[in-house]
């Protein structure tokens, strides 16, 4: 019989969270209040800022970082045969977040997450095994829209285990109403849209080595974003509450959308949701999406390059006017697309 080891306690070493931020390459207002807890409303008064526009090198004040602070990395916990895991020392919700692993035995450990046994996710408590991305091993994990218990991990090794968790932020928006156009809530009744479901859940399946080796890029040069990632939505007044699962982009149609990073086109068609949709597979099951497209330019089964043209911008399915809402899924669940711009992996 195996010996299990018991539940190893996650070692945080206490840290002094710094009162300010400063701007690298890719920057937003919006990304740097998201990933600090704060509004953009309050990055700007602390910082008496009237415009956007920041410089690369520029020290921002982070109003109420204490209170949520960003994902960083967390110092290494105890070692499981020769295993050292280094975690996030906190994440909020929809976050990406990366496992490091390292050590003689890193690439044989296994791992799960538990704590989506309480969630509404896809194949939850999974057995992930590591993947070098960046001669790292690693582990990439999410956090679901609307959850912010603990993420619990577990390692296995030879039959012994250990493991730990680090707590979640809430993100803190508020609800919208968006009260459609009848014209455009009907293509929510669509009979084709089972078909359009299940084609996508057959991508989030996908489990096939990481293909990408460079940072992600944006979908849209210079594209400006219209409507943040993860802001919770009612169709009407009082009805379920859902998230806007992508991050939207504002641009006239005929505008060139081009691919995040190297991977596999595993869909590429036009549906009544989603309207024209190019999906594309990077590996280590995640997979970049791009909605509302006029035009396609790949097909099925095509390998695409960092940057390559994919389609162009439409206004194609659940839309009401030419944008691009880019989706990034790690194993079915949506994480926040401005968490990969000018990363390889989330920070």
Do not use: C
């Not at 096939?208 to 210079?222: C, K, L, S």
Request: glycine share 10%; proline share 7%.
């Amino acid at each position: 019989m195996n010996k299990l080891a018991p539940l190893l306690a996650l070692m945080l070493f206490p840290s002094s969270l710094a009162a300010t931020y400063t701007v690298v390459r890719g920057d937003t207002l919006w990304g740097i209040a998201q990933r600090s807890g704060t509004t953009v409303a309050d990055l700007r008064a602390a910082n008496g800022l009237n415009t956007d526009a920041l410089e690369v090198g520029q020290v921002l004040q982070l109003p109420g970082a204490a209170a949520t602070p960003a994902a960083t990395s967390a110092p290494t916990v105890a070692s499981l045969s020769g295993v050292q895991v280094q975690t996030p020392a906190r994440v909020k919700e929809g976050d990406p977040f990366v496992l490091r692993l390292s050590g003689d035995n890193a690439s044989r450990v296994r791992v799960r997450f538990p704590s989506e046994l309480n969630e509404d996710v896809r194949r939850p408590n999974e057995w992930l095994s590591p993947v070098q991305i960046g001669g790292a091993w690693v582990v990439l994990g999410r956090v679901v829209l609307g959850q912010t218990a603990p993420v619990r991990y577990e390692l296995e090794l030879d039959g012994v285990s250990a493991g730990g968790q680090f707590p979640v932020g809430p993100l803190g928006q508020p609800v919208q109403n968006l009260n459609m156009p009848a014209s455009i809530a009907a293509v929510l009744q669509d009979p084709g849209r089972a078909a359009e479901t299940a084609a996508v859940e057959k991508a989030y399946e996908l489990r096939t080595p990481p293909a990408w080796t460079e940072p992600f890029a944006q979908a849209i040069a210079g594209g400006r974003r219209s409507s943040g990632f993860g802001q919770p939505r009612r169709e009407t007044a009082g009805a379920k509450i859902n998230y806007h699962y992508g991050m939207d982009y504002s641009a006239p149609k005929g505008t060139r959308v081009q691919a995040v990073n190297l991977g596999r086109v595993v869909l590429a068609a036009t549906y009544p949701v989603r309207g024209g949709l190019v999906v594309i597979d990077h590996g280590a099951g995640l997979l970049s999406l791009y909605f509302h497209l006029s035009k396609i330019d790949v097909s099925v089964g095509q390998s695409v390059s960092r940057g390559q043209k994919v389609g162009e911008v439409g206004s194609t399915g659940y839309s009401t006017g030419p944008h691009l809402h880019l989706e990034m899924r790690l194993r079915g669940e949506a994480v926040d697309p401005a968490r990969w711009v000018d990363q390889r992996l989330p920070q």
